[in-house]
């Protein structure tokens, strides 16, 4: 079992539509957790930064942690074409310098006009 | 959020070259920076982790001799791919991080060995 699964996708959805993205993950110690948008060709880039189980909301983002599950979660309100990126999420046993990172595989998001 | 810059952002070079990335932090002073590789449709592999100063940490797999890593400053460092072949083709990118902050990544540089 790999220690991050993501869904591959890709997904495509009307603009307007809320997008869930989801993350499970085998090790309980991880303690941060990260969702990246990464468009082609270009360096992820970090949307949400999230310690330990809860929710964190950010404009129209928002991601959960359930570590109780081992989940975590991406959700995307009133989805735009901009949103159209490979998203990663990834997390990490400590945070700052020691933040060495696990990634999932990325999903690939199409958000249609 | 702090900016990171990859130089270059494509190279090509022949096979049995060296090419050397550049990873530099623009506004702030790195005390690590991490070396990772990605495949088409792949998620980031951590190649290795280098804190300013000292001999980088490699991943399992990943060749020392052939992924010379440098960290010489708080602001800067270098892979070195040496005697690329065509497997070595792929995007490369670095991330830096302090010790109180996420981590952020560079635009990554796409290198193909022709």
């Known amino acids: 079992q790999k220690e991050v699964e993501q869904d591959p996708g890709p997904l495509s959805v009307p603009e307007g539509a809320i997008v869930s993205l989801n993350c499970t993950y085998s090790?309980?110690?991880?303690?941060?957790f990260m969702w990246y948008r990464q468009y082609s060709r270009k360096g992820p880039e970090l949307l949400m930064y999230t310690y330990s189980s809860g929710n964190k909301e950010d404009g129209r983002f928002t991601a959960q942690v359930d570590k109780s599950s081992k989940y975590i979660s991406l959700f995307i309100r009133d989805s735009q074409p901009s949103d159209s990126a490979t998203y990663l999420c990834a997390m990490s046993l400590a945070g700052g310098a020691n933040s060495k990172l696990t990634f999932g595989k990325g999903i690939t998001l199409s958000v249609r006009p | 959020g702090a900016v990171v810059s990859q130089h270059p952002s494509r190279v090509i070079c022949k096979s049995g070259t060296s090419v050397k990335i550049e990873c530099r932090s623009l506004d702030f002073q790195a005390t690590t920076m991490f070396w990772y590789r990605q495949f088409p449709k792949k998620s980031l592999m951590l190649m290795a982790t280098?804190?300013?100063?000292?001999?980088?940490?490699?991943e399992q797999g990943v060749e020392k001799d052939k992924f010379l890593i440098n960290h010489a400053s708080l602001t800067l460092s270098t892979l070195t791919v040496t005697s690329a072949h065509p497997e070595d083709s792929s995007f490369y990118i670095c991330?830096?991080?302090?010790?109180?902050?996420?981590?952020?990544f560079g635009q990554g540089t796409r290198l193909t060995v022709v």
């Open positions: 991330s830096a991080t302090t010790e109180n902050t996420e981590a952020f």
């Open positions: 090790n309980s110690a991880f303690q941060y």
């Open positions: 280098s804190n300013e100063g000292s001999k980088a940490t490699y």
